[in-house]
T-cell receptor, first 114, second 114 residues
């Protein structure tokens, strides 16, 4: 079974530029999560999708971050414009269905904002 | 808000020895799940072990076991017969009542020395 795929693995941009990350969850997984992991900290949930609907985006900085999950499969997370403090690893995870506690993580995208 | 505290930023152990990583959490709920995740330099979060709060028996997965003290809100991870491949960041995580919202601690960096 293929795992959660993410791209790109690394991205370097200048502040005020925009960037997008892509995630493909495990086939058949209904729930998808985006986490932000700042250096030296644990991951923090940004947004949770159930199929193509948003379940929780309470910690997503909506003035600059946006996410979508078209057709309930792939997802993209966008930052526009980026700030220095957005430098982090962005992790995508998926789980089989609602109430299924085990989450499977992708390899993450390391974003550096200069 | 739920919090997860890992009081050991770094630990080291000799190969083949045993090491214990500490985790405490704060919640007023009685139904929840606890997890230990491993994050090697490749950045991919890998589930090591999980514990349901309603189960009194401590979870075990091969060389990994937990000491779950519900009253003390403590959830430590014991790694027996440590191997070089165990070198990684270890994160304790909490999921309240199967809400699917993982709250992570700041992590413990474990180094296994040959």
């Amino acid at each position: 079974e293929a795992g959660v795929a993410q791209s790109p693995r690394y991205k370097i941009i200048e502040k005020r530029q925009s960037v997008a990350f892509w995630c493909n969850p495990i086939s058949g997984h209904a729930t998808l999560y985006w986490y932000q992991q700042i250096l030296g900290q644990g991951p923090k949930l940004l947004i949770q999708f159930q199929n193509n609907g948003v379940v929780d985006d309470s910690q997503l900085p909506k003035d600059r971050f946006s996410a979508e999950r078209l057709k309930g499969v792939d997802s993209t997370l966008k930052i526009q414009p980026a700030k220095l403090e957005d430098s982090a690893v962005y992790l995508c995870a998926s789980s089989l269905l609602a109430g299924w506690v085990e989450q499977y993580f992708g390899p993450g995208t390391r974003l550096t904002v200069t | 808000a739920q919090t997860v505290t890992q009081s050991q930023p770094e630990m080291s152990v000799q190969e083949a020895e045993t090491v214990t990583l500490s985790c405490t959490y704060d919640t007023s709920e009685s139904n929840y799940y606890l997890f230990w995740y491993k994050q090697p330099p490749s950045r991919q979060m890998i589930l090591v072990i999980r514990q349901e709060a309603y189960k009194q028996q401590n979870a075990t997965e091969n060389r990994f076991s937990v000491n779950f003290q519900k009253a003390a809100k403590s959830f430590s991870l014991k790694i027996s017969d440590s191997q070089l491949g165990d070198t990684a960041m270890y994160f304790c995580a909490f999921d309240e009542g199967g809400s699917e919202k993982l709250v992570f601690g700041k992590g413990t960096k474990l180094t296994v020395n040959p």
